[in-house]
């Protein structure tokens, strides 16, 4: 993707966002039948963060993953949650109150594919549902492996295509015909939610990504299809020398 197509896709994405940063909490749950609260807990077991651990959650939108590492790393810990809509990070401020993770939790207007942050800076960096959404898969990577200390952890969760051809027919079905309707009926416009379908067209299958992880330099790749592979987790590793 060239650096003027880049552009279109980033700022599309972002126009996309803040359309629906009010509803996206609601949505997103009424869209996936709930599971990605599911399927973030599973994430979070696999993480196995530790009290006083820094995290950066990139593409924190509402922040809810950040709020829930938060909660696991503690006062000890610190979380830094980026996104590039203030509208989804106006959404996700109050939450820190509410959960009471304010104290030690911070959230940043920025780019996932030039974070600003120094190489060895956290022990785990998170990406929720937002790495399809990215200019540039690979380079998104790569700036989070060189955040994340040696021996620390690069983390994607995100739709995925399942492998069984019967399944994934009628998930496309789903996903692509009827999903748009439902986002259209609660939110009154189409392009935000035809937007979410059509993001998942060209983003690679979870064999692929597991390859682009290590491509980005990390290694020991972790791959977990979720729900009959609608979704899939992978956990990758910066070596440690």
């Known amino acids: 993707m060239g650096q003027g197509e880049s552009r279109v896709k980033s700022d599309f994405v972002h126009d996309v966002f803040a359309q629906i940063a009010g509803r996206y909490d609601v949505m997103n749950s009424v869209l996936s039948f709930n599971q990605h609260k599911i399927w973030r807990r599973f994430a979070m077991r696999k993480m196995r963060l530790k009290t006083g651990e820094h995290c950066l959650d990139v593409g924190t939108g ?74 540039d898969v690979a380079q998104v990577l790569k700036e989070m492996t060189r955040v994340v200390k040696p021996g620390g952890k690069v983390v994607s969760l995100e739709l995925s295509k399942p492998d069984f051809g019967p399944f994934r027919a009628l998930y496309y079905f789903y996903f692509y015909r009827i999903l748009p309707l439902i986002g259209r009926a609660a939110v009154g416009k189409d392009e935000p939610y035809r937007w979410l ?45």
């Open 62 to 135: 509402t922040g809810d993953w950040a709020i829930a590492m938060a909660q696991t790393v503690g006062a000890r810990g610190q979380v830094t949650g980026i996104d590039f809509c203030q509208e989804m990070l106006d959404v996700a401020e109050p939450k820190l109150n509410r959960f009471h993770v304010a104290g030690f939790t911070n959230l940043l207007l920025g780019n996932a594919m030039a974070l600003p942050f120094e190489d060895h800076s956290f022990d785990v960096a998170t990406i929720g549902f937002a790495l399809r959404n990215v200019p």
């Open 197 to 241: 379908p059509e993001s998942l067209r060209t983003f690679p299958d979870r064999h692929k990504l597991a390859r682009m992880f290590e491509e980005a330099g990390l290694e020991r790749v972790e791959d977990y299809p979720l729900t009959f592979g609608i979704c899939a987790l992978h956990i990758g590793y910066k070596p440690k020398a």
